[in-house]
């Protein structure tokens, strides 16, 4: 038999993604190690100088610039100065929508525990569960620097959805809006900079709301309110939105959620839930979607993306008529819902 070499590109390929999380792993610790920000943006350092400031050892730290380096993140030239590449650029701090966020997350202690026990979730267990003897955000609760980190990671998402959200629908006509598990307030930031009328309301965790600096709150435009959507949402606004929130949950959980916004709402206020939606087709979608999918079972085990289709089924469930799905830049999309009148509902 003909010796399989890396000269077949399909092998190549397949070996580089088995491999992967070397190379999240990797991103973390330079991430975590501030690398990015240590690089001035046009300019370049030493070994030596980048080392020193890191506070490790020039050698091993050149081998994990070296392996990203062939990844287009980082440049390392031959004398061993270190400089940007666009990459690399993305995991500076003050790279807008920073990524190096989401470079410190993925591989955080939670969630890269949780993966390891992704088995669990072929036979009905839930990975994280499994892992650390608790819920993702009972976790999350009791570790407040990698809550912090997930928050930020959040505002900060690959996929920019808030800034997405904020430019593809017209909030021009709302005087006040609810981000139920609206996280840091990111998507309300950038809804009430574009629109001047509205103002703004967060209901979330106690952790999560108190974590908020009185600058993000947009001289006083935002509220942010403690409190779970399973004990019931505020009544009052013209738009509840949920970004990323329903893929957190099983249909059970979303349905209980669902009935708390239709219990609050008034008959001419609007649902609107960000999410990514679920193409069915592999060949069709984005690998992005699919990967979320997959977090979302090793962290929450019934959590999942879905397709238009289960979102559709979900909120007729709960008294809600979907009105349209809006696409905006990222790979969110908002889908729209209307409260329908109680008699109204199909049997
Ligand atoms: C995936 S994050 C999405 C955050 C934000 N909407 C965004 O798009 O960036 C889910 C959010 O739901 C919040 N959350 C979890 N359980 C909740 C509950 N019972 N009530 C309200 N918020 C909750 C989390 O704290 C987190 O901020």
Request: charged share 20%; with cysteine; net charge negative.
């Amino acid at each position: 038999m003909a010796e399989l070499g890396m000269a077949d590109p399909e092998r190549a390929a397949l070996d580089l993604l088995l491999r992967g999380f070397q190379v999240s792993r990797m991103l973390r610790l330079v991430a975590d190690l501030g690398v990015a920000d240590r690089i001035a943006p046009d300019g370049g350092t030493t070994l030596d100088e980048l080392a020193a400031a890191c506070g490790v050892h020039p050698q091993p730290l050149m081998r994990v610039l070296r392996a990203l380096a062939s990844f287009g993140i980082f440049s390392v030239a031959a004398g061993g100065g270190i400089s940007h590449t666009p990459r690399s650029h993305l995991l500076r701090t003050d790279a807008p929508n920073s990524l190096c966020h989401a470079a410190r997350f993925w591989t955080a202690p939670g969630s890269w525990r949780a993966w390891e026990e992704l088995d669990a979730a072929m036979t009905g267990g839930v990975p994280h569960e499994v892992a650390w003897g608790q819920g993702r955000f009972a976790y999350l609760r009791e570790h407040p620097q990698e809550a912090r980190l997930f928050d930020a990671m959040m505002a900060n998402f690959p996929d920019n959805r808030h800034a997405a959200i904020a430019a593809a629908y017209d909030f021009s006509g709302a005087r006040l809006i609810y981000d139920i598990g609206g996280g840091n307030g990111a998507a309300l930031r950038h809804i009430l900079a574009r629109f001047l009328a509205p103002r703004g309301l967060v209901l979330d965790l106690e952790d999560v709301v108190r974590s908020v600096q009185p600058e993000g709150l947009m001289g006083g435009r935002i509220t942010m309110q403690a409190g779970s959507v399973f004990d019931g949402v505020p009544a009052g606004a013209d738009i509840y939105m949920m970004n990323r929130v329903l893929h957190d949950w099983g249909d059970q959980d979303c349905a209980r959620i669902l009935h708390a916004c239709r219990t609050a709402m008034a008959p001419e206020a609007l649902l609107l839930l960000g999410e990514q939606i679920l193409e069915p087709d592999p060949a069709q979608g984005r690998p992005s979607s699919y990967l979320i999918d997959t977090q979302m079972m090793a962290m929450f085990g019934r959590a999942r993306e879905r397709t238009v289709d289960e979102f559709r089924s979900l909120l007729t469930e709960a008294g809600f008529a979907l009105r349209r799905v809006v696409p905006t830049a990222s790979p969110i999309s908002i889908v729209e819902a209307a409260p329908v009148a109680v008699g109204m509902q199909e049997s």
